[in-house]
Each structure stands twice: as structure tokens, then as C-alpha cells.
């Protein structure tokens, strides 16, 4: 099967679901999300915005190859991307200088030009789903 048409792993479902309930109750506001078409990233897509009541609207030009995230989302609002790297990671050092690798399921945080977050599929999980993780007695 070719990658492009590959679904979301079990572990890439989960990660999905726990970015999109870590966001919620981070109360993040967000306006849309674009993602690149591909299979996997259309389904992080919409697992994560499921829970925070988003469009998610497909984006070509997030399908892997270098693109302008300020033009792609410019007067869109608050936009949640989901693509693939290496060009998120480029996005993430041309917005904001920082050096650093996202990692799958993991998510940047960025507003005008500062990385404000940076988080791996982990520490989305703990926020996610902390209750749990707590117990109730």
C-alpha cells in the first residue's frame, strides 16, 4: 500500500484524540484547521478537532513539500496545521529561529513569531487525560 494511503496507526489514534482533548482543556481557541490530504494527516485532523468543534478543510500545499504558513493561513484566524516533516519542523525554525524537531503526534504552539509550546504526544497524553491518571479513590 502506498504511504500516502496508509491509515492512522492504533498509537496514531490515540495521539490524535489526546492533542485534541489537551487543547480543549488548555481552552484553545481555535478557527480552523488545515491539513495536508494525505490519509493519516486528514485522520489526525479530524480526531483532534473532534473535540474541539473544528473544520477541518484539506490544504494541498501541506502535503510535504516547503510551503508559506503565513500566507496559506493568512486572515483564517487562530489555524491548527497538521502536516508532515520535515516541513514542519522548517516552518517551526522559519516562524520562529528555534531549532528544534517535531516529533509525530506532537504539537508547536506559536504567535507572532515566538514559540510559546512545544509538546510531544507524552505531555499532550498527561494533560489529556489526567483525571485518569489521577484516580478517583
Do not use: W, Y
Amino acid at each position: 500500500m502506498p504511504d500516502d494511503e496508509r491509515p492512522l496507526t492504533d498509537k496514531g489514534i490515540r495521539q490524535a484524540e489526546a492533542a485534541g482533548i489537551a487543547l480543549a482543556r488548555l481552552g484553545e481557541h481555535i478557527d480552523l484547521c488545515l491539513s495536508s490530504p494525505k490519509l493519516r494527516s486528514m485522520q489526525t485532523a479530524e480526531r483532534a478537532c473532534e473535540h474541539l468543534g473544528v473544520e477541518v478543510r484539506a490544504e494541498p500545499a501541506l502535503a510535504g513539500a516547503p510551503f508559506d504558513v503565513e500566507e496559506l493561513a493568512a486572515g483564517l484566524g487562530t489555524v491548527l496545521i497538521v502536516g508532515h516533516d520535515p516541513s514542519m519542523s522548517l516552518v517551526l525554525h522559519d516562524l520562529t529561529g528555534t531549532q528544534a524537531r517535531m516529533k509525530k503526534g506532537g504539537l508547536a504552539g506559536v504567535n507572532k513569531g515566538e514559540l510559546v509550546t512545544l509538546m510531544r504526544p507524552s505531555e499532550l497524553a498527561a494533560i489529556a487525560f489526567a483525571d485518569a491518571a489521577v484516580g478517583t479513590g
